[in-house]
């Protein structure tokens, strides 16, 4: 298995330019997450998804998009990028009947926005 | 809403001692998950140990315990025999059980750098 991925794991973008992050598990997890981790700030969720099909807002979803049409695969959609924006993004996954309730992290996006 | 406080945003120890990093957390809840995540310098997020509330013995993972104390709200990682390899930032996280409104997310405290000296 190759657990949680993402990519890129570098990007630089120009304020107002759009990209989109990309998650993908292969541990047909149901639930997945998006978290951002800013210096002295720690990891805020993002947006979540419990299934294809099903979204909700984190802690700080402005200027953010997701979707889940797929179980495998979470993208996380920046429509017009700020320099608020750049940060460490990490993708997380976790079977909903864990016994254990352990997130998968993947290996993070290192995004910069100028 | 739940809040996760960790009071030490840097800390340093010698290899082979002992250091015990803090974190304490807010909630009403009764149950609930807390766990340690260690986050070296790859960046990767690696799960260091877990404790349910509803148990009262204290987990341990080899070099690694905590210090549960539910009516205190305190959950803080021990780390014996102190390690190079140690040298890492410390994510402090709760989450709610999965039942009801909860989905359970995590919620982080901002973290304590760590550095283990030779």
């Known amino acids: 298995n190759a657990g949680v991925t993402q990519t890129p794991k570098f990007q630089v973008l120009k304020t107002g330019q759009s990209m989109t992050l990309q998650c993908a598990q292969d541990m047909n997890h149901e639930y997945m997450s998006w978290y951002r981790q800013d210096p002295g700030m720690g990891l805020r969720l993002i947006h979540y998804?419990?299934?294809?099909?099903?979204?909700d807002q984190g802690e700080v979803p402005n200027g953010y998009n997701v979707s889940r049409s797929t179980t495998e695969d979470f993208p996380l959609r920046l429509l017009s990028a700020a320099p608020s924006q750049t940060s460490v993004y990490f993708c997380?996954?976790?079977?909903?009947?864990?016994?254990?309730?352990?997130?998968?992290f993947g290996p993070g996006t290192r995004l910069t926005v100028l | 809403a739940q809040t996760v406080t960790q009071s030490q945003p840097e800390m340093s120890v010698q290899e082979a001692e002992t250091v015990t990093l803090s974190c304490t957390y807010d909630t009403s809840e009764s149950n609930y998950y807390l766990f340690w995540y260690k986050q070296p310098p790859s960046r990767q997020m690696i799960l260091v140990i877990r404790?349910?509330?509803?148990?009262?013995q204290n987990a341990t993972e080899n070099r690694f315990s905590v210090n549960f104390q539910k009516a205190a709200k305190s959950f803080s990682l021990k780390i014996s025999d102190s390690q190079l390899g140690d040298t890492a930032m410390y994510f402090c996280?709760?989450?709610?059980?999965?039942?009801?409104?909860?989905?359970?997310?995590?919620?982080f405290g901002k973290g304590t750098k760590l550095s283990v000296k030779p």
């Open positions: 996280a709760f989450m709610k059980p999965i039942s009801g409104g909860s989905q359970g997310n995590l919620i």
């Open positions: 998804s419990v299934g294809a099909g099903i979204t």
């Open positions: 404790q349910e509330a509803y148990k009262q």
């Open positions: 997380a996954s976790r079977s909903r009947d864990s016994a254990y309730n352990e997130q998968f």
